[in-house]
């Protein structure tokens, strides 16, 4: 019986696109940015599908948004399905809204079947994750986890000096709900690749293992400016090949580890930047990943050897690190199961990016799922997926929540 | 008798620190910025040390000024000596001065001792080799070439909109003659090394055989733009690694042709500049030199097959190509021999910079010799010779002087 039970791909396809009206701009992306009107209307409108559903809507201080479908057994902690309605300010129809809309498709499954887990089932819309007006990213997700203080928060500023907290009021999305106090049995979210491996694979599903682990630092490297003419090539000290050097060297240290290691120069300043002089300076970034945080921390130290190796030495500044995230083995083997009996061969794969789904793993039971979008582009107005993936994610999302809903 | 003749050092040492306090600056560099009060007063003190020893002054439309000692031979054209006067706005005391103050001690060394050569001897100072102000470099030495136009030269202009020519009349040093008009048998220029060659050696006298040639290029790489975290290795255009690879291949390339190889990547901008961004642009310069044009060819054809060879593929502009300088067989001669008569170990050394000798080369049979400054430091007014080395490099060109003019 629960079993007959599938996703309306139709239904699916047409919400999303109907959500995408909500702060469409011109070049066919989505300007729905937290806590303009635009967000406040893509809320009212989740609030108003989920409430013809019987959903209870549930917000709290931070504005993070609930909308639960009650089960059968109220000592179950609910099945959350989100992700976030928020997008850039030139963003694409899918980053976000795909995962939320997927959670809404779900709930109307279960409801025109009159079909009620034991656990009850939540679709929450996380606020500001993007923070591209409140800094940090993934704010409300943090706030929820406790990674960031309610106060900070609420006390979040625009570039034009609005507070968030003004903004939450002024659109009717400041909850009285504590922050963090609900319950998650488990949570998941379905989201877009934002990346080239799934399409690049011809894979429709991917199952997120885990978050990779980040480690960002910043280099100085010192040399000696000298006379590009009178000065031989063993009398210099070059900060400029040597900061090629750790380049190629920080590239080979992520191919080792292929195909999940990650290095990325981005930034680099030379001085004084004259085509006839030996670079005395250079300030540069180094970004390393991967998901195990052994082998990263491997890669630091290699990193780190490489560097005293080095004449003139870069001088190598952590700055930050990120640990890896291992997603939790129950939704892992739920969704993988979701997808095999759905007809699909899903491949594992690592997130490369951040999403409210680290957040919350620190506080619940945490997996995603993503499916691929084009060229991996995402960001843009021109993000897009195909309508068949699309369904496919929303049907592999059903099979796995009522497996952990059971 | 005439190889008894010897420079007298505390006279040439005097001689150029009197000459220093003329644009003297509190660091102890000099400020003698061409057609400036300052280098008319340096002329004015040039001329009136020439005039006592009963030369002639001659000036050229373009300010070159030369003081001619005559020979006994009016058939034979003159030696000329020289350098310039003019220096950066925070030059060193020795730049340029030193060749025109040892010309001036040669023949302070003649008339002292009643010699005249066969030849007549000539010391010129060419105006505005440094081009700080009125650009191009070597200005003066370039239109008594014909490689600059005289209409060029003088029309040059000031960042602050002052022409060349209007300085050069107001100084008093526009002169009648036309510029190039001069016979010049041979043209020998004593110059610090500006490089720490001789230095590193522990060498007093360096022969320079020539100038490297020098080949410039503007570089572009176009990668693309993709995200640090969720784009694999293979799947990346990275524009920053390329950029590594091509710093790291040209520094090879160089080095293959040690000790005379050079290649310099002095300028590097990357956009977008993110360090969670895979670098999708690159503009960068290269500077390869070599004193052997073939040699300096192969390492051009050499860095363009590298670049072939990398993804991205680097487009290599060359925007210039100054072909290497070899220097008159017989001044070479006549400076080693001189050297060694002297009681040095002279040592072959090619410029990296260019000089007024390189214009000159163009039409007369041209040398120059150089001696070590501290720490190869130039163009800065930290500039410092060591007193011995200035009167080793008056003693050998006095030598090679006698030789030539005989």
Partial sequence: MIDQLRVDGDRLWTTIHDLAEIGATAAGGVARVALTDADRAGRDRFVAWATE??????????????????????????????????????????????????????????????TRLPASIEVVSWTD?????????MLGSG??????????????????????MDELLRIGYSGPEPVGSRAIGYYLEPHIEQGPILEAGGHTIGI???VQGI???????TGRESHAGSTPMDRR????????????????????????GRATVGVMEVSPGSRNTVVGGVRMTVDLRHPDA?????????????AASLDPAPDINPIWYSPPIVFDADIVAALRAGAEAAGYEPVDITSGAGHDACYIS?????????????????????????????????????????TLGS
Same sequence: chains 1, 2.
Avoid: K
């Fill in 294 to 306: 052994d082998t990263l921390s491997a890669m630091h130290e290699e990193l780190l050897a490489v």
């Fill in 362 to 402: 620190n506080v619940a039971p945490t997996g995603m799922l993503f499916i691929p979008c084009a060229d991996g582009l995402s960001h843009n107005e021109a993000e897009s997926i195909e309508r068949d993936h699309a369904v496919a994610g929303a049907e592999v999302t059903l099979r796995a929540v009522i």
């Fill in 208 to 210: 997120v293992t885990g």
């Fill in 215 to 221: 480690r960002w630092y910043d280099v100085t490297i």
């Fill in 143 to 164: 706030v929820f986890s406790g990674d960031i203080a309610l106060e900070a928060g609420l006390g979040s500023t625009a570039m034009d000096g609005t507070v968030l």
């Fill in 53 to 114: 559903l019987g959903c209870s809507i549930h917000i709290d201080r931070i504005g993070n948004l609930f909308a639960r479908y009650e089960g059968t057994d109220p000592d179950r902690a609910p099945v959350v399905i989100g992700s976030h309605l928020d997008s850039q300010p030139t963003g694409g129809r899918y980053d976000g809204a795909y995962g939320v809309m997927v959670g809404l498709e779900v709930l109307r499954v279960l409801h025109e079947s009159g």
């Fill in 129 to 137: 994750e993007e923070g591209a007006r409140f800094p940090p990213a």
């Fill in 237 to 260: 000290s070059d900060a400029m090949v040597a900061a090629a050097r750790l380049v190629t060297e920080a590239d080979r240290i992520a191919r080792d580890r292929s195909p999940d």
